[in-house]
Nanobody, 124 residues
Framework: VQLQAYGGGLAQAGGSLRLSCAAS????????MGWFRKAPGKEREFVAA????????HYVDSVKGRFTISRDNAKNTVYLQMNTLKPEDTAVYYC??????????????????WGQGTLVTVSS
């Protein structure tokens, strides 16, 4: 599986962005998907995850109520809608795919494939 994340850019605090992650391969619908981010000087952290069916989602506390993860298996794409952005959301965002399709895991070690990252910058 190859993953291509896009949609990052510059946003003002309080604004919105939508990230997309397009996956190659016919088995996308069997994978759970996750979004992680890495801010300058910080370790990579989990943001959100979604099971293969979309029936299970999981978020880090800092984005609950602001970010929404979703997927379109017909388009082999997972999305991260980010609303009410804050400067502390500034990071490179990575999508990842796990063969454990029924999970929505925050653990990076369960993810088998990673995209290249897309930069999100939120100005105050």
């Amino acid at each position: 599986v190859q993953l291509q994340a896009y949609g990052g850019g510059l946003a003002q605090a309080g604004g919105s962005l939508r990230l997309s992650c397009a996956a190659s391969g016919r088995t996308f619908s069997s994978y759970s998907m996750g979004w992680f981010r890495k801010a300058p000087g910080k370790e990579r952290e989990f943001v959100a995850a979604i099971s293969w069916s979309g029936g299970s989602t999981h978020y880090v506390d800092s984005v609950k109520g602001r970010f929404t993860i979703s997927r379109d298996n017909a388009k082999n794409t997972v999305y991260l809608q980010m609303n009410t952005l804050k400067p502390e959301d500034t990071a490179v965002y990575y999508c990842a795919a796990s063969r454990l399709g029924d999970r929505s895991s925050a653990a990076s070690y369960v993810y088998d494939y990673w995209g290249q990252g897309t930069l999100v910058t939120v100005s105050s």
